[in-house]
C-alpha cells in the first residue's frame, strides 16, 4: 500500500455519506460515488453537465464482487475479452443492484476491475461499486493528469484525494467491449 491511510479513510468517509469524490484510477483522474446511491449519481451528472442518457461506468475490486451485479456466465464470459495490460471497462447485459442511472434501457451497464491499489481498496472497504468517469464538464477533453482538472469540478465535489496528484504520467482512458446477448463481444473503444 503506497497511499496515506488518512487519505484513504476521507475519501471512504466521503463515499459513505453519499458524497461524491475526485480521485486517481487506473486509467484517468475521475469523479466518483457510491454506484448504489441514485443520489449520489444524479449529482455526477450535475457537476459534470451531462445528459443522464449517457453512461457512466463503474469500478469494482474483482470478479467475486462483480457477480453479485452481473451473471456469473457473463463475468467467466468476460474474462476473455479483457487485456492484460491495458485498463479494460466491459459492458455486461442484465445488470442489477446498481442505481438506475448507471443501467442502460437495454439493462446493460459498464463495468471495469480496477488495477490501482487505491480505487480497488475504495471499492473493497465501501462494499459497492465505484462511479469512474472523467474529470471533466461534459464536452471538454478528459484532463490527462491531476494539474489539467477544471476548478470547477475540484470545488464541486466532497472530497478531492492527495494520492497521485503528483504523478506525471499521462493516462489513457480504458479499452471498451461489449458482452453482445450471443456470446460474442464488440470492441467499442479499442
Given amino acids: 500500500m503506497t497511499y496515506s491511510q488518512a487519505d484513504f479513510q476521507a475519501a471512504l468517509s ?36 451531462r445528459a443522464d442518457s449517457k453512461a457512466m461506468l463503474s469500478l469494482i475490486d474483482s470478479a467475486e464482487s462483480l457477480m453479485r451485479y452481473v451473471d456469473t456466465a457473463a463475468v467467466e464470459a468476460a474474462a476473455a475479452v479483457i487485456d492484460p495490460v491495458r485498463p479494460t471497462t466491459v459492458i ?3 445488470v442489477t443492484g446498481i442505481s438506475p442511472g448507471l443501467i442502460a434501457p437495454d439493462g446493460t451497464a459498464g463495468f471495469r476491475i480496477s488495477r490501482a491499489d487505491f480505487s480497488r481498496d475504495l471499492c473493497r472497504e465501501l462494499g ?14 478528459a484532463p490527462a493528469s491531476f494539474s489539467d482538472i ?9 472530497y478531492v484525494v492527495i494520492h497521485d496528484r503528483d504523478a506525471d504520467v499521462e493516462a489513457a482512458p480504458s479499452r471498451i467491449v461489449t458482452l453482445n446477448p450471443d456470446g460474442t463481444s464488440t470492441v467499442i473503444r479499442p
Fill in 14 to 49: 466521503a463515499l459513505r455519506r453519499g458524497g461524491v469524490i475526485l480521485y486517481p484510477t487506473d486509467t484517468v483522474w475521475g469523479i466518483g460515488c457510491d454506484a448504489t446511491s441514485q443520489e449520489a449519481v444524479e449529482r455526477i451528472f450535475r457537476i459534470k453537465r
Fill in 92 to 94: 455486461y447485459p442484465g
Fill in 150 to 158: 477544471d476548478s470547477q469540478i475540484r470545488e464541486a465535489v466532497d
Fill in 128 to 141: 459497492h461499486p465505484l462511479v469512474s468517469t472523467s474529470a471533466n464538464i461534459s464536452g471538454h477533453p
